[in-house]
T-cell receptor
């Protein structure tokens, strides 16, 4: 079975500061990795995904993530956050060749303050 | 292209009733998956449908069921509602199995 750990339930940060949201996963088989964002009263929006190739993945809204196989991590970063980035962020994994089932972490609430 | 649509957006039911939620995938998408989101359990996979067949099922009781129609629209049904079924139910569609999933806005169900 797969599992995803997001150790930080909340991350407060000042506007224009850099941020890193941590994600670690556990799986006995090969997985794909995803970050989704959820704004209040909305569904999930895909930020970025790692399927193969370069371990540094760039996504929308200036976010990027780096896949580290040895540390089984997929941390999300943004060099300068904006108030509009305030939202909940979910890391997820999907087994390669295993259909569409996503296993999610518990989420990290990013709160950007002035 | 229009995104994934879910109806209704909000629903209030009482214990013991049943409910049906609907999901219309992005045009051309053939795969639909359902997830339950609660504050306590987070996001949990319910089931996945592709070409009208259930391909995968999460660890939920038999009260939770679903189906997919020939036009790829999907419904999920919860019978004999319990208070713990109060949640945001999210539907996601993709072109096929193993492809990127796009989520709808969800149906918020409140069971009283």
């Amino acid at each position: 079975a797969q599992s995803v750990t997001q150790l930080d339930s909340q991350v407060p940060v000042f506007e224009e500061a850099p941020v890193e949201l941590r994600c670690n996963y556990s799986s006995s088989v090969s997985v794909y990795l995803f970050w989704y964002v959820q704004y209040p009263n909305q569904g999930l929006q895909l930020l970025l995904k790692y399927l193969s190739g370069s371990t540094l993945v760039k996504g929308i809204n200036g976010f990027e993530a780096e896949f580290n196989k040895s540390q089984t991590s997929f941390h999300l970063r943004k060099p300068s956050v904006h108030i509009s980035d305030t939202a909940e962020y979910f890391c997820a994994v999907r087994i390669t060749g295993g259909g569409n089932k996503l296993t999610f972490g518990t989420g990290t609430q990013l709160k950007v303050e002035l | 292209k229009a995104g994934v649509t879910q109806t209704p957006r909000y629903l209030i039911k009482t214990r013991g009733q049943q409910v049906t939620l609907s999901c219309s995938p992005i045009s051309g998408h053939r795969s639909v998956s359902w997830y339950q989101q609660t504050p306590g359990q987070g996001l949990q996979f319910l089931f996945e449908y592709f070409s009208e067949t259930q391909r995968n099922k999460g660890n939920f009781p038999g009260r939770f069921s679903g189906r997919q129609f020939s036009n790829s629209r999907s419904e999920m049904n919860v019978s004999t509602l319990e208070l713990g079924d109060s949640a945001l139910y999210l539907c996601a569609s993709s072109g096929g199995r193993g492809e990127t999933q796009y989520f709808g806005p969800g149906t918020r169900l409140l069971v009283l």
